[in-house]
């Protein structure tokens, strides 16, 4: 059981971190690891995109709050796109999807980051 | 041999975390053999590791040197899991979040919180030096057996 881990710049100084495999126990040190070399004050929004995830555990899931608490705290945008129903059930069982932004696919995460964009362009 | 213990598969694993990924392999075995639906084998497949790792992690005074048993056995719509230790007495059910909802979701007790959902009965005794703890979880057989 292993995970594959792939990080990608996304518009506007933000990263995408794709994740497949097994986020589990043994694994999730590697995921944090990455997100500590990777996310910093500078990184505007992270993407986790969990497309080719098909296993995750309680010790995956706290590197994910973790991420989700240092984005928040930076003030960035902390965004979970491409959830398998397996996947979604584990957040759904600890009651954590409540003030998360979590997208089912691109189309919708694209959506709503436009509007955002939008937004801002109105406030400027 | 009667019909509980034909459908009895056991592993014994190290107190090592890295024996998660075995456990995980020898479930996948186990629901290949007895047709287990998917939606059951994810389940299991997540209640297995968070037990072992909880029991792995706080049943004994070291990682390594030392024996976790599961069995599983799996009868008329109802798969029963049991782990055996010798650690030292420590109950699971006991390492929950008090409050799911509002605790910090990067600290511990989800497990248990985890298990309790995905799981209909949950049982712990100590029994002599052992730690067993069984957990029951009912399915829907598939059609096609």
């Known amino acids: 059981m292993s995970l ?12 995408r971190i794709s994740i497949a495999g097994s986020l589990d126990s043994n ?8 997100i500590d070399n990777e996310i910093n004050d500078s990184v505007n929004a992270t993407v986790i995109d969990f497309k080719g995830l098909d296993f995750l ?47 089912k696919d691109q189309a919708e995460m694209d959506e709503y980051l436009t509007a955002m964009q939008d937004k801002v362009k109105e406030g400027e | ?55 792995a992690s706080y049943a004994f005074d070291k990682h390594g040197g030392q024996t976790i048993t599961v069995d599983l056995t799996n009868t008329a719509g109802e798969i029963s899991i049991t782990f055996t230790d010798t ?25 248990i919180h985890i298990i309790r959902s995905l799981t209909d009965r949950q049982q712990y005794d100590r029994v002599g030096q052992s730690n067993v703890f069984t957990l029951t979880k009912h399915y829907t057989k598939q059609n096609n057996e």
Request: charged share 25%; with cysteine.
């Open chain 1, 4 to 15: 594959d881990i792939v990080i990608t710049p996304e518009a506007n100084n933000g990263k």
């Open chain 1, 27 to 34: 694994t999730a040190p590697e995921l944090q690891q990455s």
């Open chain 1, 57 to 103: 555990s309680s010790a995956g899931l706290r590197v994910i709050f973790k991420a989700k608490k240092m984005m928040d705290g930076n003030g960035g945008k902390f965004l979970m796109v491409n959830l398998q129903p397996q996947i979604k059930k584990v957040f759904e069982i600890i009651k954590a999807l409540d003030g998360m932004n979590v997208f």
């Open chain 2, 1 to 55: 041999m009667d019909r509980q213990m034909q459908n009895t598969r056991s592993i014994t694993l190290r107190n090592e975390l890295a024996d998660s990924s075995k456990l995980a392999d020898f479930l996948s075995n186990y629901v290949k053999t007895y047709k287990i639906p998917g939606d059951t084998y994810n389940d299991l497949r997540l209640v297995l590791e968070e037990t072992f790792v909880n029991i």
């Open chain 2, 87 to 111: 650690g030292i007495a420590f109950n699971p059910l006991n390492h929950a979040a008090d409050n799911i909802e509002t605790d910090d979701h990067c600290e511990g007790g989800m497990g």
